[in-house]
């Protein structure tokens, strides 16, 4: 009986190792047509000012599968890399993005900003600098309303690359952001080294802002020293009131959450866009 036990747990494990990789075998190759089946969307999640005023939005990439259904980005983002998709769905997705930044200052809205999430892999690609281009001259765009999202792991990957792109990107006006800042464990040092403009301070260090001190402590901390370094601050994660005040006295540059607003669709940016 014992035996059978064991076997059968240890059989499970195996079960859900091979289920695990056999999906991701499956999204694998249903990533290959991702684009011509038109599965792909994005939404747009407001970034707002201590006013509550909207400054612009974030892009984030949906996938709608007939059969698996809505697959989450950090699920399907990292297969992407993997098999070197990646390059050609982060070039839809800046193409997508700009079109729609595009449609929002033609409707009068000049001011807003557009954030573009930029995977390792397509940040440090040879084309990057020259699609962006090319997609500003398409599009008709100043790059001073782009912003590109890059993490701490695309720069200690490659530290000399990551500074060149930066540059020729700031010529063109664009910003740049650092993702998730705070939860790579990454030395600091490089923040002397690429010219960033805005740290994201990571969602995990937001959680507990109104229960821990300590948790407050570290915001405060990554402000003072973003501040010195004359970088902006973004808070991700804003859940409640109690989040936003806190970190509006603490003087946090820009604000994004579920509590302030949940990622939407383009129509619905715009109507929001006319109710403020
Ligand atoms: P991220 O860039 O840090 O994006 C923020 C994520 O946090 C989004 O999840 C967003 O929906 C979620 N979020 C926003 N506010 C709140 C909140 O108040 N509470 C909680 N719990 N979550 C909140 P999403 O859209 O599932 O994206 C996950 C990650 O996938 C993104 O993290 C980004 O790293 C990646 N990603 C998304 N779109 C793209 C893309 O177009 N290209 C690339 N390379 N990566 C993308
Ligand atoms: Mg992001
Ligand atoms: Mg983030
Ligand atoms: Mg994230």
Redesign the pocket.
Known sequence: QTKQNDKGGYSFYNLDYDKNLQRQLALNTALNSVIENGELS??F?PVFDNQKAILGA????RWQHPEYGMV???EF?PICEDNGQ?LDI?LW?LDTACEVLKSWQDLGFTHLSMS????NK?FLGTNLVEDIRRLLNKYALSGESLVL?ITERVIAEDLNLVRKNLELLKEMGITAAV??FGVAYSSLSYLQQVDVDIL?ID?SFVANIDSDEDALNLCKAILSMAKSLKLEVTA????NEAHFLTLTEVEVDKY????LS??ISAQAFYRLLNNN
């Open positions: 994005l939404v999640q974030e892009a984030l990439l989450s980005p950090d983002i990646i982060g997705v573009v999430n930029i995977s397509q999202e993702d998730d994201k969602r991700e994660g804003i859940e994004q959450g579920f509590h949940k990622p």
